[in-house]
């Protein structure tokens, strides 16, 4: 894979491309235990060193896979976590509606922050976590709060560094006068373009890092994605359902089609177009599959010219898919 990648301007060097665990929870469908933890550390192979997960996926199974993949690469791979959606039901938080028909439990108190960090901590096996994540932020907490509390645990040694997820460019702001904030995680692939008007200025303002989560929309944008099984977690997301899929899968042929043109898969004319957005942007797909991880390592390598960027901004242009995304 090309040249490193800073969290921010002076941070933490990574891999340009980092590799996200959440779909080896079974979301996206099944996996075993041994493929999961082959494939997390076959990303360490491919120079994928942001290793993403959260207390969530998996109710802590994630964060238990993803200790036992680095436990003697730790040096190797750069760990990063979140905390604020309950999983718990024996937990309190605050109840937010995604749009998806579904909501979220939701907790950023100081309280439930320092239990969650030492619960990952303990899931993990490790003495640190190299970049913590509010996941949500709470609405009954305000973020300011939530920030000093993580901020404690920098203090305390057990965090290197902080990141939020799914705040507004208000928060951002606000939270970064608590604490110096290193990256910044939002959904942002070629077909949810909305964190390029508002919260890209703010973030390059602020050098703080973007950390795109679903890069390939889920695996849309891979031109893959056929009927899907019952279980599977994107039939809440109303862009698989329907007449939107039908919709989507149409408007963005021509995309697939250009991939082919230009000798890439789907999947990294995607990848490879975020990476031209800026030095900033550091993506982290998620894949059940070793010969995916490199596929899309790869990804880095791959040089887009003007022209090439130009026609794939306007093939998917912002606000083209169809159907409501996940909030905010
Ligand atoms: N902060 C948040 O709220 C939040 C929300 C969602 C996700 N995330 C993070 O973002 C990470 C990535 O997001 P995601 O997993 O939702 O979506 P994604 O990375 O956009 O897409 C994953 C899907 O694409 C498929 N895929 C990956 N590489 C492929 C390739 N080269 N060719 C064909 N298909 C390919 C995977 O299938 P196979 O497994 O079959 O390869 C999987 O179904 C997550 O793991 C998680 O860490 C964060």
Redesign the pocket.
């Known amino acids: 894979m090309k040249p490193n990648r800073r969290l921010g301007k002076g941070g933490p060097s990574v891999g340009t491309i980092g590799y996200?665990?959440?779909?080896l929870e079974g979301y996206?469908?099944a996996t075993d235990e041994d493929n999961a933890v082959a494939v997390i550390r076959h990303a360490l192979d491919e120079g994928c060193s942001l290793i993403?997960?959260?207390d969530a996926y998996g109710n802590g199974h994630n964060e238990q896979l993803v200790g036992r993949a680095v436990a003697d690469r730790r040096n190797e791979a750069f760990v990063a976590t979140?905390f604020g959606i309950v999983f718990d039901p024996d937990e309190a938080g605050t109840e937010v509606p995604t749009g998806w028909g579904f909501s979220l439990n939701i907790n950023g108190t100081p309280e439930y922050a320092q239990r969650c960090l030492d619960s990952s901590l303990k899931r993990l096996g490790m003495s640190h976590i190299d970049l913590w994540?509010i996941?949500?932020p709470d609405p009954a907490t305000s973020i300011e709060e939530t920030v000093e509390a993580m901020a404690a645990a920098v203090r305390a040694g057990k965090v290197r560094y902080l990141g939020l997820?799914?705040v507004t460019a208000d928060q951002v702001r606000r939270a970064h006068a608590v604490h110096p904030i290193a990256a910044v995680?939002f959904?942002y692939?070629l077909w949810r373009r909305e964190v390029e008007t508002e919260m890209l200025p703010i973030l390059r303002e602020l050098a703080i890092a973007l950390v795109p989560?679903?890069?390939?929309?889920?695996?849309f944008?891979?031109g893959?994605i056929g009927a899907l099984e019952e279980d599977d977690f994107r039939n809440n997301n109303p862009r698989f359902q329907g007449d939107n899929f039908t919709a989507n899968k149409q408007r963005f042929a021509p995309l697939m089609t250009l991939a082919e043109e230009l000798g890439i898969?789907a999947?990294q004319l995607s990848l490879a177009w975020l990476l031209h957005q800026g030095e900033d942007i550091i993506p982290?797909?998620?894949?059940?599959?070793r010969e995916?991880v490199t596929?899309?390592a790869k990804s880095a390598e791959i040089g887009l010219d003007a022209e090439a960027l130009e026609e794939i901004s306007e093939l998917a242009a912002p606000g083209m898919a169809q159907g409501q995304t996940l909030l905010p």
Do not use: C, F, V
């Not at 996200?20 to 779909?23: K, L, N, R, S």
């Not at 989560?213 to 695996?219: A, V």
């Open positions: 996200g665990a959440m779909g996206y469908g993403d997960t959260a979140k994540y996941h949500y997820s799914n995680q959904e692939s989560w679903s890069p390939l929309g889920g695996g944008l891979t893959t898969t999947a982290i797909p998620g894949t059940r599959s995916r596929e899309n």
